[in-house]
């Protein structure tokens, strides 16, 4: 196995490349997305490569989609694809 930087290094590039194709965010589908996500979550499929840019989809992180304000990243979390709903009526 190579050095534990270089797997960072494999998947910042893909990142990279993920959002120079396209920033509309996967789970909202507004533009502005700064992050990447992984479509098949690496926590039920350990074999996939964090750096597969066929599994990487642009995603809004911390920042939040500007459209409609949802943290699509961490909407999201650890599991199955659930979309937001995106208003509520508190
Ligand atoms: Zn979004
Ligand atoms: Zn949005």
Not at 4 to 22: D, E, F, I, Q
Not at 26 to 53: E, F, K, M, Y
Request: proline share 6%; with cysteine; glycine share 10%.
């Amino acid at each position: 196995m190579g050095r534990p930087g270089a797997r960072g290094h494999r998947y910042r590039t893909a990142r990279k490349a993920v959002l120079a194709h396209s920033t509309t965010c996967w789970i909202c589908l507004h533009d502005g997305a700064d992050q990447v996500d992984h479509v098949q979550p690496r926590s039920l499929n350990p074999d996939i490569d964090d750096a597969d840019t066929t599994n990487l989809m642009s995603v809004h992180g911390v920042n939040g989609c500007p459209t409609c304000g949802l943290k699509c990243n961490q909407s999201r979390g650890n599991g199955t694809v659930t979309r937001p709903i995106r208003s509520r009526d508190w």
